[in-house]
Nanobody, 124 residues
Framework: QVRLVQSGGGLVQAGASLKLSCTAS????????MAWFRQAPGKEREFVAA????????YNTDSVGGRFTISRDIAKNSVYLEMNSLKPDDTASYYC?????????????????WGQGTQVTVSS
């Protein structure tokens, strides 16, 4: 069973930056697509960004384009989400996910393992 352990998040003011981390217990982030999703209260889980097994990145450009960056550290078996110019609309629980298939999907149902979630709250 793969465990994805998240860290980071917190309460910040609009315009601030945060960096989320996700470390996988098994399998490697270089062999699987990794992604970040978020879910605000009363809303569906939303795709944020993904990085494929070969390093290609995709983003939900409508929501976070140009402000968020997904990256990975293969040596640490970790994936990161750097969030800049945060807005109150970015307030949500953020989840790291791993997809065993080598496709790169933006749909939550395609992902096999999930982190525990971390809260990001952006005040105006």
């Amino acid at each position: 069973q793969v465990r994805l352990v998240q860290s980071g998040g917190g309460l910040v003011q609009a315009g601030a930056s945060l960096k989320l981390s996700c470390t996988a217990s098994e399998r490697t982030v270089s062999s699987n697509t990794m992604a970040w999703f978020r879910q605000a209260p009363g809303k569906e889980r939303e795709f944020v960004a993904a990085i494929s097994w070969f390093g290609e990145t995709i983003y939900n450009t409508d929501s976070v384009g140009g402000r968020f960056t997904i990256s990975r550290d293969i040596a640490k078996n970790s994936v990161y989400l750097e969030m800049n110019s945060l807005k109150p609309d970015d307030t949500a629980s953020y989840y790291c996910a791993m997809q065993l298939s080598r496709d790169t999907n933006t749909f939550a149902y395609a992902y096999d393992y999930w982190g525990q979630g971390t809260q990001v709250t952006v005040s105006s």
